[in-house]
């Protein structure tokens, strides 16, 4: 079982940065695979960004690559989303997630573990 936790969330001006927690627990959550979603007005739930539970692969959609970096810390079993050069188009509930399984990258069905999610807003 893996419980989710996110934070982090808030108000920004266009061009500039949020970084959002995720908490994890449960017995084997520091080995997950995990992941960043997020879910905007209107639109679909959109994968973000991927991390090993090693921090040594990291996997970026094409629409934050560069602006956004996702890590995280084992001790603390807290995996971070820096949101950096935000656009309007950003505003969205986050979600982090946790998948079955160990495939890097997982496919996206496998996501099963999920967090009540935090919202960004970017003003323009």
């Known amino acids: 079982q893996v419980q989710l936790v996110e934070s982090g969330g808030g108000l920004v001006q266009a061009g500039g940065s949020l970084r959002l927690s995720c908490a994890a627990s449960?017995?084997?959550?520091?080995?997950?695979?995990m992941g960043w979603f997020r879910q905007a007005p209107g639109k679909e739930r959109e994968f973000v960004a991927a991390?090993?539970?090693?921090?040594?692969?990291?996997y970026y959609a094409d629409s934050v690559k560069g602006r956004f970096t996702i890590s995280r810390d084992n001790a603390k079993n807290i995996v971070y989303l820096q949101l950096n050069s935000l656009k309007p188009e950003d505003t969205a509930v986050y979600y982090c997630?946790?998948?079955?399984?160990?495939?890097?990258?997982?496919?996206?069905?496998?996501?099963?573990?999920w967090g009540q999610g935090t919202q960004v807003t970017v003003s323009s």
């Open positions: 991390i090993t539970w090693s921090g040594g692969n990291t």
């Open positions: 997630a946790a998948p079955r399984g160990s495939r890097w990258p997982p496919d996206l069905n496998e996501y099963v573990y």
């Open positions: 449960g017995r084997t959550s520091s080995k997950y695979t």
